[in-house]
């Protein structure tokens, strides 16, 4: 039996996306070391406390925003894989109903249902008057493909080779 041919594609990061995610560490960096700069200092419990509490807030947020944002899109003739660090998303092309470029202004006033609107990309639940209730796995705000699936659900997916997504 004849191998599937597979292909990879990487997520590639937009610039919003880069600015998005180095001024979160930046910032994130900047107040931990504050926070740091003040106990050594003498200053009150509270800056003990913020370091607490914190560190392993943002430390968190970081790890798991990195793990859960998509990393590379696979397609083959069977399924679409947007694989990520944790918990891969595989979506079998027999279940694909539609698949549609959306335009710039398909994407505005799109507000996140429990998504990752710019930090290491835009991923998760999202919604919008046009779309209704969506899920989102991009990096950028650009090539993107809104895929009905049989069961109603609605994925949006960035892809740089629109001709293999097709």
């Known amino acids: 039996?004849?191998?599937?041919r597979v292909y990879t594609l990487p997520f590639v990061w937009s610039k919003t996306v880069w600015a998005y995610t180095l001024i979160f560490f930046a910032g994130s960096v900047i107040y931990i070391g504050m926070l740091v700069y003040l106990i050594f200092n003498g200053t009150t419990v509270a800056a003990v406390a913020g370091l607490v509490v914190a560190l392993p807030v943002l430390v968190g947020i970081m790890i798991f925003c990195e793990g859960y944002s998509p990393q590379r899109l696979e397609i083959s003739e069977s399924q679409i894989t947007v694989l990520r660090r944790y918990d891969s998303i595989t979506i079998p092309r027999s279940m694909i109903v539609s698949v549609v470029k959306l335009e710039p202004k398909d994407m505005k006033r799109v507000y996140t249902d429990g998504g990752c609107a710019g930090l290491f990309g835009y991923f998760g639940g999202f919604r919008s008057k046009?779309?209704?209730r969506f899920k989102m796995y991009s990096t950028s705000m650009d090539?993107?493909?809104l895929?009905?699936?049989?069961?109603?659900?609605k994925i949006v997916i960035g892809c740089t080779e629109?001709?293999?997504?097709l």
């Open 147 to 153: 895929l009905t699936l049989s069961d109603s659900r």
């Open 130 to 132: 046009q779309l209704g």
């Open 162 to 165: 629109p001709k293999l997504l």
């Open 143 to 145: 090539n993107l493909y």
């Open 1 to 4: 039996m004849a191998r599937e």
